[in-house]
């Protein structure tokens, strides 16, 4: 009652509830694009300024990640720019995918070397190789290195809970903070080029490992523990030698998260000059050729396939002694894979230089549907002009405008209350501080109104996912083949990146927030298929029977059992549906809105630090108060269903 009255009578007695005092903000924005300066122009530690580290750190990545691109993109040079001199040629592109064969043979067996053969053959055949090896490389320098730091961070808050409280908050920020936001920092401190676009990869793709090893480590068997201790090992000889190989399984895990978050990055990382693939779809963004950017697109998937399937076969993989009897003395005996693969490099390099196919695949074999789906999408907009507009119309008028005002109207100090109330209900007194504090930061700083525009978008856009997600995955759960189905179509949604999504969806119903609210829905529906059949496998079968032998109907089981029974795990994913909106909300910001997303991309182009990491940080806030607020809510139905 109390709200209802300050929302009708508010304006009159307490103007500052509803538009933050501007004379009060706090200039946040302003203090961290002062200590960019500072850092970048002043700090020093005695010898060597704060920017010569960082260029030392960028040298250091760059080393590696040349020798990586020389072998699989550019061969070894000689001489700089256009006055370089090829001393030796790159890998072949036959035994680039021999070697993967052969990994996947030795990960998998038949089936996965096969797979892999295809999702390599795929780049090559779609003439996406070059730039497939560019992406490649990066990933082969970004991965290795995210795992170890990744590692060593987790293993130190293992080790102490008081770094482990520090590194919580810091890992929540890395993710939630868009990759944008941060961009420009890094600019500043390592410079432009493709160890910059590393730098961001690993600060987006590292927290899922660290936090993975913590969980993993602290999951370990006491016994595995106690047998340690019995046999005098050092706490060093405990971490390396019981802890880690114990903790193996769930680290591969994580290994492979890196693998998947790096790919995500690529077209992101372009932007601060990584090139390969992501640049093939930033470039068909900006011209709106969909089907360039479709089959760039396809080739990062294909890219992620391969590296996924692989990193999940490693995990699987149990170490296998050696045989009795065998001869582990040679090298051959010992490193046949090893061996087989420097032969088909030596062999396909020598040929190659008489056989020009067998060093690059032969352009006048390539092939390409990008004009097809290109002329597809054309026509879909000539001849159903009227009927999309129709629709966009209908949204706009009646659902997206409508609640845009209405957010727009709403008191900040009312909204930041409701928020402090319902938390306090779900998870208590700890929970409301952290959600009123945040909120009220947003407002702080000035980003309030921008922020409402975020929220009404990414809730709309929700909203509808999980409208149409959550039935999709009740349909699916009890239904294997068409489980099998989806499960490939949600796969390819997640790994297809987010910049593929735009296109169409501008070509269809040019810019605006209609035009974004397909591209977040497109983009977001994944997890909320894939939670509700997890959740709903999940029930305990012989609760079910128990359901069956009352007489429950089809209907009843569904209603009564499985959906109460599923609403925690459907409850998480509706967090990562809100978690995948935000994040790409930011990259609609290229389409016309108006919210944290533009904000952000605005203080990228005019490399304001301060205005992108405090837009960053109010989406960061908005993630951060909807993932406490669902978790809590989720724990309570896990309470209230005696599940925990």
Known sequence: MAFIIFWFY????????????????????????????WLVNDA???????????????????????????????????????SAVEILPPM??????????????????????????VCFLFLAVFGQWTSAMVTLASILVAVPLGVAISLLLGIAGYRWRRFEKLLIPVLDLMQTIPVFAYLVPILFLFGFGPTAAVVATLIYAMPPMTRITILALR????????????????????????????????????????????????????????????????????????????????????????????????????????????????????????????????????????IPA???????????????????????????????????????????????????????FGITAFLAFASYRLGGMRLAVTVSVLAFLIAATGQWEKAMITVYLCGISVVIASLVGIPIGILAAERERLWRWVQVAIDTLQTLPSFVYLMPA???????????????????????????????????????????????????????IKLKLALPEIMLGLNQTIMFALSMLVITALVGTRDLGQEVYIALTKADTGRGLVAGLAVAFIAIIADRMIAAGAAKARWRLGLT
């Open 10 to 37: 508010g304006k009159d007695f307490a103007a500052w509830a509803f538009d933050y005092p501007r004379a009060v903000i706090i200039p946040v924005a302003r203090w961290i694009s002062t200590l960019m300066k």
């Open 92 to 117: 072949s592109w036959i035994a680039v995918t021999g070697i993967v064969v052969l990994i996947g043979y030795h990960a998998g067996g038949r089936k996965l070397s096969i797979l892999v053969a």
């Open 506 to 560: 501008v070509m269809l119903f040019r810019v605006g927030d209609f035009t974004a609210m397909i591209a977040i829905v497109a983009y977001a529906v994944a997890p909320a298929i894939r939670y509700t059949v997890l959740g709903i496998q999940k029930v305990d079968p012989r609760l079910i029977e128990a359901g069956t032998a009352m007489g429950c109907t089809p209907w009843q089981l569904l209603t009564r």
């Open 219 to 354: 999951s370990v068997a006491p016994e595995i523990l106690d047998l340690g201790r019995m046999i005098g090992c050092t706490q060093r000889q405990m971490t390396w030698r019981v802890l880690v190989p114990s903790a193996k399984d769930s680290l591969m895990v994580g290994i492979n998260q890196v693998i998947m978050l790096s790919l995500n990055m690529v077209i992101i990382a372009s932007m601060i000059g990584a090139g390969g693939l992501g640049f093939d779809v930033l470039s068909a963004l900006r011209r709106l050729d969909f089907g360039a950017g479709l089959e760039a697109g396809l080739a990062i998937v294909a890219l992620a396939i391969a590296l996924d399937r692989l990193s999940q076969a490693y995990a699987r993989r149990a170490a296998l002694p050696a045989g009795a009897g065998a001869d582990t003395n040679g090298f051959v005996s010992r490193h046949p894979y090893v061996l087989a693969s420097l032969v088909l490099i030596g062999v396909t390099g020598i040929a190659g230089l008489a």
């Open 358 to 412: 067998i060093q690059a695949y032969p352009a006048n074999l390539e092939i390409s549907t990008g004009t097809f789906w290109s002329d597809v999408v054309a026509w879909i907009n000539i001849n159903y002009f009227d009927t999309l507009e129709g629709l966009k119309n209908f949204f706009l008028l009646n659902l997206l405008i409508p609640f845009k005002r209405l957010l727009a109207g709403m008191p900040w």
């Open 44 to 82: 020093s530690f005695g010898l060597f300024t704060f920017t010569d580290l960082t260029r030392f750190i960028a040298a250091m990545i760059d080393l590696p990640y040349r020798l990586a691109l020389s072998l699989l993109s550019t061969g070894f040079l000689s001489g700089r720019g256009s």
